[in-house]
């Protein structure tokens, strides 16, 4: 069965919008692994709008299972990695005006700078991840670079508006997680999978573990975050 591995980030996202202590990620990561979680995400952002350092300092000394941290390829986010010591690294692109992340890391573009990353977080190490958008030469850079884990975007499978379009990007997702497991890459997916769209992806058995945030986190403010995981999981497990 694939794990399901819980982002906390927006529960430090309230937290953030008053400046105040409550609600706790830490608190939630905790309870996420209570109710079967396999794993924690957070990703710590250079402008640090909702997880700090102090989260991922207590979560590397609390969390039972996995800590995956998701962060910048920069020299001053690799010092954090190779201080905190998380279990795996999760290489992400971040840009200070968006949202939420928008895509997949160019690995193809900066190959040379992420080879460097890799090369000082496995010499310290970690494991890291590459999260990349669902193109095969996206997925042998990955390999090229000697990531050990790639976590497949399914933020425009998640996003899209019509059947066709949903069809098409579901397509892209299967080729390149197949090429991953030809390639011998381990393979996450995340970004956008909610409680109705992992009915398309949850067949697709290369799938090792999926990475889901938002809609668990706005679905435990309504009913509780241990009954949010349970239900995640239950789903995903088919």
Not at 14 to 43: F, K, M, S, W, Y
Not at 106 to 135: C, M, Q, Y
Not at 204 to 210: A, L, S
Request: proline fraction near 3%; charged fraction near 25%; glycine fraction near 6%.
């Amino acid at each position: 069965m694939p794990k399901v591995a819980i982002n906390v980030d927006h529960v430090a996202t309230v937290r953030q919008a008053r400046l105040a202590a409550e609600p706790d990620p830490v608190t939630a990561a905790a309870l996420a692994e209570l109710a079967g979680a396999q794993g924690i995400v957070t990703h710590l952002r250079e402008d640090r709008r909702h997880i700090q350092d102090r989260d991922v300092e207590i979560l590397r000394q609390t969390v039972k299972t996995r800590l995956n941290l998701e962060m910048a390829a920069t020299p001053e986010m690799v010092e954090v990695a190779l201080r905190i010591k998380p279990d795996l690294v999760t290489l992400v692109p971040e840009k200070r005006q968006e949202l939420t992340t928008e895509g997949g890391l160019d690995v193809i573009t900066h190959e040379k700078a992420i080879a460097e990353s890799l090369r000082v977080l496995h010499d310290g190490g970690i494991l890291v991840s590459l999260f990349i958008n669902p193109e095969p030469a996206h997925v042998e850079t990955a390999l090229r670079v000697e990531a050990d884990f790639v976590e497949i975007h399914t933020g425009s499978f998640a996003e899209a508006k019509t059947l066709s379009r949903r069809l098409e990007e579901h397509d892209r997702i299967l080729a390149a997680v197949r090429l991953a497991s030809e390639l011998k890459l381990g393979i996450h997916a995340g970004h956008g999978i909610d409680y109705r769209n992992i009915l398309w992806l949850r067949h697709i058995t290369e799938i090792e573990e999926y990475s889901i945030g938002h809609a668990v986190i706005a679905r435990a403010v309504l009913v509780g975050m241990e009954r949010a995981v349970r239900e995640m999981i239950d789903l995903v497990n088919g």
